[in-house]
């Protein structure tokens, strides 16, 4: 059994540097992104292999599904030549190479004094105090518990990176209509009709999952946004939608974001300290709070694929 | 096994900085910070791993790092696309 | 009357590696972006589905039956939209199919992937 799985990475191994290699150093645009997407999906592979299942399941789904799309619809809008990078001037190699030494020099010694923390780093203290936030997986509890205020920040970065997104402006290239493929395929509308229950399904089980096992606010969201986009591909119905409900697509894009910030002063208001929940009422506040987040990192995902604020 | 990662995690991390400092496409440029980002989570994710058990610290940052880095893959996209669309007007009015 | 279903689930395990090998082979051998693309959404989906419906016939429960068969159902709507997602974006960008009585397009340097 050791050898199979000495192969497998081995071989999960050799497969992401060949990846990775045809990304960064192929000619063509298209084939690197094809190939990147490919190497999405290996790193998810390689997460199951370190036992980290939440990480795969999110990587899955926006690293192989939302960012591919991502790309490969960028892809489209650019001219077919190659460059649109300054060329660097001759005097300024040198200060390329240097910087390429001094970041490699960097990473290196960062690789070095991770490498010797004392281990397993905070897995005792985290189990010690899971009795304490209201849900039994560990990781939802670092989540939304222990280092709530890291996880709201990152829903901050995510909003700004949509309104960074919305304030360029709608794009001139063609419309996202355009490369949608089901003008090509009239059976796959149908099929994915069918189907989007379940897109919908899946991320509320992974949520529901989220307080006893992995699964939880990210993943959810996760699939519900590649599932988004995926809808989005077919049929721009829901997005038609919420074109004329803009106050609402506005709402639910801060819901999480407004939650987070609710729950944290409420917490200051009952206890004295910020983001310090009462322990009966924690595990009704975490779900509310995965809830808010998953929809709103769902949204945000559907946001950037269509590159532009809807009914501009 | 968590050894044999890391060094995995380097090479990827080296490549990608290659790629980065060397290309002069800008979407190219995009793909090696991805790939670099890829590189960070699978060192942290292997650090996190020993055989005392798992530390879910770090697999909390990589979670919310995925997020954060579709985010900005996002945001430079749209600014790629803006880029080059101001380049080509300023072309074809000289 | 578990040990015939177990057996059962390993045949057409069986079966869906084989499919696989297919597209795979399919993906190595042909040609340009389209025909490969064609290769592996329809041989990988159908070994994904045999390979599903096998672990399924030996899951403990009818819960775990179900999560399987349910993956195979994403996995149709996903792939067969990402791949016409590649197959229009490759168009977009200038690769055209490779026809028989054109001389081979410069295309074949492509590594086609499902979604």
């Not at chain 2, 996002?74 to 080509?88: D, H, P, Q, S, W």
Request: proline residues 6%.
């Amino acid at each position: 059994m050791s050898v199979l799985a000495w192969g497998f990475d081995m071989l999960l191994a050799a497969g992401l540097l060949w990846l990775a290699w045809q990304a960064l150093f192929t000619q063509r645009r298209f084939s690197a992104v094809v190939n990147f997407m490919a190497f999405y999906l290996l790193m998810a592979l390689v997460w199951v292999r370190l036992d980290a299942p939440d990480i795969a399941l999110a990587e899955a789904a926006i690293g192989a599904g939302v960012t591919g799309a991502l790309l490969l619809t960028a892809l489209g809008r650019l001219p077919a030549g190659t460059s649109v990078g300054a060329d660097p001037r001759r005097w300024q190699r040198p200060l390329q190479h240097l910087a390429m030494a001094g970041a490699g020099m960097g990473v290196i010694w960062l690789a070095w004094s991770a490498y010797h923390l004392p281990r397993p780093g905070l897995a005792g203290e985290v189990t010690a105090t899971l009795d304490a936030t209201g849900v039994s997986h560990a990781v939802t509890a670092v989540l939304l518990n222990l280092r709530a205020f890291d996880t709201l920040l990152e829903i901050v970065i995510m909003l700004a990176a949509v309104v960074l997104v919305w304030s360029l402006g709608p794009p001139l290239g063609p419309p996202l209509r355009a490369f949608a493929p089901a003008t090509a395929l009239p059976g796959l509308p149908a099929l994915s009709h069918l189907l989007h229950p379940f897109f919908v399904l899946v991320p509320v089980y992974l949520l529901w999952r989220g307080t006893h096992a992995p699964g939880g606010a990210f993943p959810a969201g996760a699939v519900m946004g590649a599932g988004g986009v995926l809808l989005l591909l077919t049929e721009a119905r829901p997005w038609e939608y919420l074109r004329h409900h803009r106050l609402l697509l506005h709402v639910l894009l801060a819901a999480g974001m407004a939650l987070f910030l609710v729950v944290a002063l409420g917490g200051m208001l009952l206890t004295g300290t910020f983001f310090a929940f009462p322990l009966f009422l924690a595990p009704t506040l975490i779900m509310a709070v995965e809830i808010a987040t998953a929809l709103s990192i769902a949204l945000m995902l559907m946001a950037f694929y269509l590159y532009g604020e809807p009914g501009q | 096994m968590s050894q044999f990662y890391a060094v995995l995690a380097a090479l990827l991390c080296g490549m990608a900085l290659i790629g980065l400092f060397q290309t002069e496409d800008l979407l190219r440029r995009i793909l090696a910070l991805n790939v670099l980002a890829s590189a960070v989570f699978l060192l942290l994710v292997t650090v996190a791993r020993s055989a005392e058990g798992i530390d879910p610290v770090p697999h909390v940052m990589v979670l919310t790092g995925i997020v954060v880095a579709v985010s900005t893959t996002a945001a430079a996209l749209a600014l790629v696309i803006r880029a080059n669309e101001a380049r080509r007007r300023h072309e074809d009015e000289p | 009357m578990t040990e015939a279903l177990h057996w059962l689930g390993y045949a057409f395990v069986a079966a869906g590696i084989l499919f696989f090998l297919a597209g795979s082979l399919g993906l190595l051998r042909f040609p340009d972006v389209f025909t490969r693309l064609h290769a592996l959404t329809k041989a990988d989906n159908l070994g994904l589905g045999l390979i599903c419906l096998g672990l399924a016939l030996q899951a403990s429960g009818p819960a775990e039956a179900v999560k399987y068969l349910l993956i195979w159902l994403l996995m149709l709507v996903a792939s067969g939209i990402g791949a016409t997602l590649i197959a229009s974006t490759a168009l977009a960008c200038g690769l055209a199919p490779r026809q028989a009585d054109r001389p081979p397009s410069t295309s074949t340097s492509q590594r086609p992937t499902e979604q």
